[in-house]
């Protein structure tokens, strides 16, 4: 059974500073894909990981992928109150059908 | 444009009741899904959908019921077997073959009085 898991749960940081989360997942998987969630909003595709070594950058924010650790990181640099949300990666069962396997979400706070 | 929409924003439910939630999108995309969210915490798959008139159940479908009977809607019945259905309800859709990337709608937020 495929298992996603994020960390930290919940990070608070200043503006201007860099930090990195990271999400583990448990069994083989080429798929990964990291959202944005505001208080009491849906979910905001960010990136789309589809290969071991993918490197996506948007603004401040870059994912990268490493399929065989298992392991993908969304990092931030010179955080900015906007970026202040939860964000959730989510993993692609490759066991039939497609399913996607969220992890729990980290919940980010940037303070000025 | 093009998107996925979901009504009503808020339902209140009485304990007993079945409630249906819409989901409907016009992406052209093969597959559908719903997720439950609770506070604090991830997405739990219900139920999802890769082609019209087939669906199959996710983690938590029991309590729940589905159809596909169009390729651009998914609708969702809570029923009165589902014990604790207060949650935020999302439902997705994505094609089936590439990134498969799901996009989401805004959700249904369900309240039981």
């Known amino acids: 059974e495929l298992k996603v898991e994020q960390n930290p749960l919940f990070l608070s940081m200043q503006e201007g500073k860099n930090y990195t989360i990271y999400c583990n997942y448990s069994?083989?998987?080429?798929?990964l894909y990291w959202y944005r969630q505001d208080p009491g909003k849906s979910l905001e595709s960010l990136f789309v990981?589809?290969?071991?070594?993918a490197v996506k950058q948007e603004g401040r924010l870059m994912a990268s992928l490493d399929t065989k650790a298992r392991l993908s990181t969304l990092h931030i640099t010179a955080a900015v109150h906007d970026l202040s949300a939860t964000y959730f990666c989510?993993?692609?069962?490759?066991?039939?059908?497609?399913?996607?396997?969220f992890g729990q979400g980290t919940r980010l706070t940037i303070n000025p | 444009d093009g998107g996925i929409t979901q009504s009503p924003k808020y339902l209140f439910r009485k304990e007993g009741q079945n409630v249906t939630l819409s989901c409907e999108q016009n992406l052209n995309h093969d597959a559908m899904y719903w997720y439950r969210q609770d506070p604090g915490q991830g997405l739990r798959l219900i139920y999802y959908?890769?082609?019209?008139?087939?669906?199959q159940k996710g983690d938590i479908a029991e309590g729940y019921s589905v159809s596909r009977e169009k390729k651009e809607s998914f609708p969702l019945t809570v029923t009165s077997a589902q014990k604790n259905p207060t949650a935020f309800y999302l439902c997705?859709?994505?094609?089936?073959?590439?990134?498969?990337?799901?996009?989401f709608g805004p959700g249904t937020r369900l309240t039981v009085l």
């Open positions: 997705a859709s994505s094609w089936t073959s590439g990134g498969r990337e799901q996009f």
């Open positions: 990981l589809l290969s071991n070594g």
């Open positions: 989510a993993v692609d069962s490759t066991q039939g059908a497609q399913k996607l396997v």
């Open positions: 959908s890769q082609i019209v008139n087939d669906f």
């Open positions: 069994t083989t998987s080429d798929r």
